[in-house]
Each structure stands twice: as structure tokens, then as C-alpha cells.
């Protein structure tokens, strides 16, 4: 999913390396840590179904591109009833302050695609053993 090689830097003590796998997962933690935003979409059902089955890859769903500049286009799922457009735009804030701040590399875009919608998971309610008495 990445189009990007190393990202290095050279100082006095030696040569500095960003994996570009590194780049996708601080973006996916980044984005999943947005209200509304219940997971990254991998694009392929396959990859989809093992993430809902809790086999989670913190970076599937991050295409990192890079020619004159670093690109992100990230594929999410979201909780129904947010308004998609403040998701869209806290995600994409979120993620290029996250990269930024991290590695020092300058986010050029950050493209957000809106997978699938989602009802959010009922609340278990209280066993009768934690319930407190009234």
C-alpha cells in the first residue's frame, strides 16, 4: 500500500531512517483517534472482514505517496450520525500534526476517503452482579 521509499537524513553522528511503514501507522492511530471514526478501511473485503474479525493491522487502510512532497490517502470507516465533512476534516488535521510533529517530514495532503458506515455497537448492559443497589 505504500509508494514510498525510506525517508533519510544525514547528520553528523550517521544516517537517520523513516520507514515508510512507520509514516502509515502513526496516520492510522492518529485517525482512529477522532470521534466518530470506528476503524480504516483496507479497501479489499478480504482485508476488511479480518480487521472485523480482530486481526487489526494499525497501518492497512494508509497509502503513503511521496514525489514532491508526502501524501496520504487514508480509507476509513465511520459511526453513523456524525456529520461526515468534521470527521473528514478532524481527521485530516489530526493526522498531518501527528506526522509533523513526529518525524519533522511536511504533509503535503492528506486525502480522506469515507469506505463505510456503520451502526455503533450496542452497550452491554450492567450484570446484575455490578449493578449497585438503589
Known amino acids: 500500500m ?5 525517508y533519510h537524513k544525514s547528520t553528523k553522528l550517521g544516517k537517520i531512517e523513516i ?8 496516520a492510522a492511530l492518529a485517525a482512529i483517534e477522532v470521534k466518530g471514526v470506528l ?6 473485503v478480504v482485508k476488511d472482514i479480518t480487521q472485523w474479525l480482530g486481526r487489526k493491522n494499525a497501518k492497512q487502510g494508509v497509502r503513503v505517496h ?3 512532497g508526502l501524501s496520504l490517502e487514508v480509507s476509513l470507516v465511520i459511526e453513523y450520525g456524525h456529520f461526515i ?6 481527521v ?3 493526522i498531518k500534526n501527528a506526522i509533523e510533529m513526529m518525524t519533522g517530514l511536511h504533509v503535503e495532503t492528506v486525502r480522506v476517503k469515507i469506505n463505510h458506515v456503520q451502526f455503533p455497537k450496542p452497550e452491554k ?6 449493578k449497585k443497589p438503589k
Open 66 to 68: 511521496i514525489d514532491e
Open 19 to 26: 520507514a515508510p511503514e512507520v509514516i502509515q501507522t502513526i
Open 92 to 94: 485530516q488535521e489530526k
Open 125 to 130: 448492559e450492567e450484570s446484575s452482579e455490578t
Open 39 to 44: 476503524g480504516l478501511s483496507g479497501g479489499g
Open 85 to 90: 465533512p468534521d470527521i473528514g476534516k478532524s
Open 2 to 6: 505504500t509508494e514510498m521509499k525510506d
